[in-house]
């Protein structure tokens, strides 16, 4: 590939991101790595990354663990990032490119300002079309060629000059510029040791420069050299070299081989690394008078240039949503988010997509019976890895085929992948279910997040953090400490109200905890029972609540939020 080609790429890279709700339980997760398994498999022309938006809660890791799959990528937001936007891969030049070079390439692939890097990657400074067209207008001494370190290799190349003699490698680090314009017996006066003579094809001003020590002597117009000539040179070790060019050109020429390290902007540099969000660099472009900017990842290798031109056309992540369709759960940024696909097993929501979607929602139990479907539908066969995680997510919503969500599918398709796995699908339901009864060393924290979603219905938003357990004394020493958090999480997620689930997964009932202004209220309407009054003190702050077992309780999504969202939008 050219320089000018490469110089006109854009990073034009998109992974499409497969990921599930905020504080993910174990069929969120699981989902998103067996249908992003699925869609590369499918699918050659995209890559497909299974993501989680959040830390895997106890239950989740020991099925991660148990089938050794890696965690999938963590996202903490959605929101535009500087590697979503298609910015210009400029090449990277070396500092002691000669300005004409730099300027070539510039003109070439239509852009302003060129990076100087290192061979390792390493941003070391800025040059751009202004720098030159000042190096062009300012006046500067005989003595900057040498001043500004430059290369003959960038003279020769400048003049576009044939070497006669000489290490053209060699830098240019004493001496001045001179045009032996007088007789030999004058240069005798200002040729200096170290100097570069522009000269004609006269022998004996060719002989003055040698004798005076002049490393270089540009001969001009194309003129031969005299074997006298060449050899004294080779053996003083000076360098000839022949252009075509007159000597007034090759002298208006010359300072455009300086290097661009002389001119260049090395200290100051504002730029951004691929991570940033689009949001926060769109102000700090608006107040700087520069055109671009580099790019750089976290190593701080440069990447490519970014302007404010590229920012008109930046398009959001693509996503694919499994296991929620609300945006009150998604992650932040999802509402500017380019949204292809969505699978989903809840009720809908209130996301809204830019465009139109591929939307599959089912009456299941889990999401990731769903999965299993459409690797069916694709005849794709289902690893043994892949199947046990999905056969664990369809254990885990259903509480193994108790929860009232189940139907005759979420336990069929779990029977086959747990055939598939080669488990024992009830001793590994227990020894799975028991990761979560083991609640002793978390913090209150840990407990309420590891199955926390939140929910709008009307005009209150409301939080519930699930928590199931085999152990009904280790559930009750918990809702104090849960009614205390709860008080917390209300106020850090900004709600109307919360409830907390304990769920006991052998007597398939659940005590029902409850926090925020008329929580108590909502509680009595949806189950026709009045809850208990809770008050007391937890770490010296006063706590008020609600609490009411309701038997029979299991599932969130079928038999709490829809009495809770139909009552709710009459408060």
Request: with cysteine; charged share 25%; glycine share 6%.
């Amino acid at each position: 590939m050219s320089i000018v080609e490469e110089q006109l790429s854009h990073n034009m890279e998109r992974d499409i991101l497969v990921t599930g709700h905020r504080n993910p339980d174990t069929d969120s997760i699981c989902a998103a790595i067996a249908y992003a398994r699925l869609k590369n498999i499918i699918n050659h022309t995209n890559r497909y990354i299974p993501c989680r938006a959040g830390n895997p809660n106890t239950e989740t890791s020991f099925v991660l663990d148990y089938f050794k799959e890696e965690k999938p990528r963590l996202l903490e937001s959605v929101k535009t990032q500087v590697s979503d936007v298609a910015y210009r891969k400029t090449l990277g030049v070396p500092k002691n490119m000669s300005l004409k070079q730099a300027y070539q390439i510039m003109r070439d692939s239509h852009v302003v300002t060129l990076p100087a890097v290192t061979e390792e990657g390493i941003l070391e400074g800025l040059i751009t079309i202004s720098d030159i067209a000042k190096s062009y207008m300012n006046v500067y001494d005989s003595a900057v060629i040498s001043t500004a370190k430059t290369q003959f290799k960038n003279i020769l190349e400048t003049l576009e000059a044939t070497r006669v003699t000489g290490d053209i490698e060699r830098f240019c680090e004493k001496g001045k510029v001179v045009i032996a314009a007088a007789n030999p017996e004058m240069m005798n006066y200002y040729i200096e040791p170290h100097d570069i003579v522009i000269l004609g094809n006269r022998a004996e001003s060719q002989l003055s420069a040698l004798d005076n020590g002049a490393d270089c002597i540009i001969i001009c117009e194309g003129a031969n050299v005299s074997p006298t000539i060449r050899d004294l040179a080779e053996h003083n070790g000076m360098i000839i070299m022949v252009t075509s060019y007159d000597a007034y050109t090759a002298a208006r020429l010359i300072n455009q081989s300086i290097p661009i390290d002389f001119f260049m902007t090395k200290e100051g540099i504002l730029s951004f690394e691929e991570d940033d969000y689009i949001d926060d660099i769109k102000e700090v472009m608006a107040n700087k008078r520069h055109r671009d900017f580099p790019v750089l990842n976290k190593e701080g290798k440069y990447l490519g240039m970014i302007s404010r031109r590229n920012l008109l056309g930046a398009h959001g992540k693509q996503v694919i949503m499994v296991d929620h369709n609300e945006l009150g759960q998604a992650l932040e940024g999802m509402e500017n988010a380019e949204i292809l696909e969505i699978i989903d097993h809840h009720r809908l929501g209130t996301i809204q997509t830019l465009s139109p979607v591929s939307f599959r929602n089912q009456p299941l139990g889990c999401c990731s019976t769903i999965i299993y479907q459409i690797y069916k539908e694709n005849g794709v066969s289902v690893d043994k890895k892949t199947a046990g995680l999905l056969m664990s997510a369809i254990i885990s919503d259903t509480l193994l085929f108790r929860s009232p969500t189940c139907t005759p599918v979420d336990e069929k398709a779990a029977r086959e992948l747990a055939e598939i796995a080669g488990v024992d699908i009830e001793k590994y339901a227990m020894e799975m279910f028991a990761t979560t009864s083991n609640l002793k060393k978390k913090t209150d924290k840990e407990i309420f997040y590891q199955d926390f979603k939140i929910f709008s219905a009307g005009k209150i938003r409301f939080g519930v953090s699930q928590i199931t357990s085999l152990n009904e004394e280790e559930l009750t020493a918990l809702q104090k400490r849960l009614l205390h958090f709860a008080k917390t999480a209300l106020e850090v997620e900004n709600l109307g109200m919360v409830f907390v689930m304990l769920t006991n997964i052998l007597e398939q009932d659940t005590v029902l905890l409850a926090v925020g202004s008329h929580s108590g209220e909502l509680m009595h309407m949806a189950f026709s029972n009045e809850p208990e009054k809770l008050q007391f003190q937890l770490d010296k702050e006063n706590v008020e609540g609600y609490s009411l077992r309701i038997p029979g309780m299991v599932s969130r999504k079928k038999q709490l939020i829809p009495p809770l969202s139909l009552f709710a939008e009459q408060l």
